[in-house]
């Protein structure tokens, strides 16, 4: 059995990239500086190392790419390359001049364990501006042959080619160069659909300003277009400043999102090193139709691509801990910089929402129960938005607070204050003579004096505060503003049909409980509601979460959510894993011991007080894994079937049977929890 902590068990692969200081016209330094760096590669147990556009020799060598005995040196290094890689574990990739049938190509050359893979030539040549390369080279389409000899061996040779690991399943490697990502249609396309899931590019790229961010935003788009990794490494220090200078960018780009990038203008070798998810790139495109019809218009194309298999022989036994940076909260932005505009683009799809649903059902007032916690907290302020936009009072807001028989002083407080602050009218109805009437009526024994407080017990609260919102929506012409959010969703923590799992619109439902507890503080901090709000909204956020349905002295003070159902933090982040990318448990915990093993490593939300920043051991993560694998395969998915309506807000997903997620009732959760019962039997839990 392979070893837990190591990346290439859990479907990832690390890929190195490197910019060395090149010796200009000088293949066998060239080679040896090469060989140095794939042996750290090696020692890193990378899968792939990538090198610059003709790494060998330089990329600025002008006129001096036609000196055969520089073309004979580069063949002679890239022999002693070859000769190296049989002891190294990563497919090397490294630029080399290539000579086939009285044509020059700038090429790359994939080598691995003694064996020229292919070598691959460069399909769109600039000539423009500062590049002359057509001066020196052919391109790609003009190749006549299939295969060439070069330094000893008989090599695949042409454009498209994938490299595939026969035994890390999804391991692709396409290979471009440089030019090829500025072309409209780059060859890494026609590579993804071919089925590579990471594009290496080799490139040269001179150095101007402003040409970093192009690079980056062309690797990223790449990467989105793609649905792969995208690595880019351009070639630094060494290369001729006759007229142009060089940065050395590295970076590695995963379905849209930057994963690493280097320091740049570096003196000497740069590098990078970081882990790509393979399997999440699989999955990714599993979901994506549109991936597949486009291989579909070009499948006879694609069937002419050939495949390289080798043998990657990861190191299965040994321990190989994630190499790149797992966000704890996958619905949260950590980029204080994206923070403003994912909050104001948040609000808005939930105020939208309801507007435009007030203004087509042709209905004047809200009607919301307000209990001091944080989904009614957010529902209520989108809710006042939603009427400042319509130019509607406020007071057409009903605020109905409702206190039962686990309602605290503090979340009682909290709901009045918010109330008095954002002007909306407060209404009270004591739930508890009509609740014990119920449970007469029903013959529970609570009736009669007994203490038990079970979920009817609690469902009849949650029940008749629903029924009475809607009548009293009836009785006033308004609409029931939902308030249960994502994370409760994806749980079942809520009360189905007669109980808070129903209304009339819900804003809550495409947001999860972490997103909400930071859109709170967002709107907290930059005082949108005047003072007296923004210190309301911070005690709510310091209020334990709870659904207030037990005496609280009969639960040793207030019921805690968390307690029964599993830190939202964690739920989160298993809801995101699992809902939108399908993975296991063992990857989710894989993934989630990076995230939230260590709570000194990385970035915390600002929102986020230091007191509650905090580690999970693996035993913990485990755990609520197991809670979260039943609720969310096997015993709530009745619920969201029969959701109200409400915005998707978050790209990472939403539960509604007509939008993003759809399921059966009455499926089994077993193959998720026999999975997490032989991960806790390997791991001794
Ligand atoms: N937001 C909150 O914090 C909040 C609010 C209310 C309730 N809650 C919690 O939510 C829980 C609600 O309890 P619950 O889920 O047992 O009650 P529920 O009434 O919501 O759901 C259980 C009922 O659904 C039926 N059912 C079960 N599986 C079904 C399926 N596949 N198809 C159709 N029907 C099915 C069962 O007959 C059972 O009576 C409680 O623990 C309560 O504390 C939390
Ligand atoms: N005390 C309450 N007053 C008004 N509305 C309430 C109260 N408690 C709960 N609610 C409503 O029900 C949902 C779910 O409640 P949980 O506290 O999450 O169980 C809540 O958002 C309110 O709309
Ligand atoms: N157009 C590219 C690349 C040129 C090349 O292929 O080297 C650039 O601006 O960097
Ligand atoms: O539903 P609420 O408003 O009571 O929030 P929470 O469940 O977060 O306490």
């Known amino acids: 059995m392979a070893v837990f902590q190591n990346i290439y068990r859990h479907g990832m692969a690390r890929i190195a990239a490197f910019a060395p200081r090149v010796a200009l016209a000088d293949p066998k330094a060239n080679a040896e500086a090469i060989v140095a760096l794939a042996g750290e590669a090696d020692a890193e147990r990378a899968a792939a190392a990538l090198f610059p556009e003709l790494s060998l020799t330089g990329y600025s060598l002008d006129d001096l790419h036609h000196q055969a005995p520089l073309l004979d040196a580069a063949e002679t290094a890239a022999r002693a390359i070859i000769e ?46 500062e590049y002359y390369e057509k001066r020196w080279f052919a391109a790609a389409p003009g190749a006549q042959v299939e295969a060439i000899e070069f330094a000893g061996q008989t090599a695949p040779f042409g454009a498209a080619m994938i490299f595939e690991a026969e035994d890390h399943p999804g391991f692709g490697l396409h290979v471009e160069i440089c030019e090829d990502l500025w072309a409209p249609h780059p060859p890494s396309i026609d590579g993804a659909l071919a089925g590579a899931t990471v594009t290496l590019n080799l490139s040269a790229s001179n150095v101007t300003i402003g040409k970093a961010r192009e690079r980056a935003a062309l690797c990223e788009v790449q990467s989105q277009r793609c649905q792969n990794a995208y690595v880019f490494a351009a070639a630094g220090p060494g290369e001729s400043t006759n007229d142009l200078a060089w940065d050395g960018q590295l970076t590695v780009h995963e379905l849209g999102e930057p994963l690493a990038a280097s320091e740049r203008f570096h003196n000497d070798h740069g590098r990078l090193v970081v882990d790509v998810d393979i399997e999440r790139i699989v999955q990714d495109r599993l979901r994506q139709s549109t991936f597949r019809d486009a291989a579909g218009r070009i499948a006879e194309r694609l069937k002419d691509w050939r495949r390289v298999g080798f043998s990657l022989d990861a190191p299965l036994d040994e321990t190989l801990p994630l190499k790149r940076a797992i966000a704890r909260f996958p619905f949260v932005p950590d980029d204080p910089h994206r923070l403003d505009e994912d909050c104001y683009e948040a609000y808005n799809i939930q105020v939208q929402g309801l507007a435009q649903r007030l203004r087509a059902a042709g209905i004047a007032k809200a009607v919301i129960g307000v209990s001091g916690g944080l989904d009614s907290t957010q529902a209520l302020i989108v809710t006042a938005r939603a009427f400042d936009r319509l130019g509607r009072d406020r007071k057409d807001i009903l605020a109905v607070v409702m206190p039962g028989f686990g309602t605290g002083a503090e979340t009682r407080a909290n709901a009045d204050a ?139 003070g207030p019921q805690s959510t968390e307690a029964a159902i599993g830190p939202y933090a964690l739920q989160d982040f298993n809801l995101h894993y699992a809902a939108r990318y399908g993975l296991g448990p063992a990857k989710i915990v894989f993934l989630a011991e990076a995230a939230w093993g260590d709570a000194e490593a990385g970035a915390w939300p600002a929102h986020v007080a230091e007191a509650d920043r905090r580690a999970y051991s693996r035993a913990e993560i485990v755990q609520w894994l197991q809670v979260f694998a039943r609720r969310f395969f096997q015993t709530s998915q009745f619920k969201r079937t029969a959701m109200p309506n409400g915005p998707k807000v978050t790209s990472a997903g939403a539960l509604s049977p007509r939008g993003d997620w759809r399921a059966p009732s009455d499926s089994a959760a077993t193959v998720w929890t026999d999975a997490l019962a032989a991960l806790r039997a390997e791991l001794g839990l």
């Open 84 to 129: 190296a890689s049989r002891a190294l574990m990563p497919v090397i990739v490294v630029g080399c001049p290539v000579r086939a049938h009285s044509q020059l190509f700038n090429c790359a050359l994939v080598i691995h364990r003694g064996r020229v893979l292919g070598i691959v030539p460069k399909t769109y040549l600039p000539n423009y501006r």
């Open 418 to 556: 918010l109330i008095e602050s954002l002007g909306v009218t407060r209404r009270e109805i004591d739930i508890r003579p009509a609740a014990e009437r119920m449970l007469a009526d029903i013959g529970h024994p609570y009736a009669e004096g007994a203490k038990q407080y079970d979920v009817t017990f609690e469902n009849v609260q949650a029940g008749l505060r629903t029924d009475y919102l809607f009548r009293i929506a009836n009785h006033e012409g308004g609409l029931v503003i939902g308030t249960g959010d994502l994370s409760e969703l994806a749980l079942g923590w809520c009360t189905y049909g007669v109980g808070d799992q129903m209304a009339h619109y819900n804003v809550n439902a495409g947001v999860a409980k972490t997103l909400i507890q930071h859109l709170i503080a967002w709107s907290a901090r930059r005082g949108q509601f005047g003072p007296d709000a923004s210190a309301t909204l911070e005690r709510i956020l310091d209020t334990e979460i709870s659904p207030e349905l037990v005496p609280a002295d009969a639960a040793d």
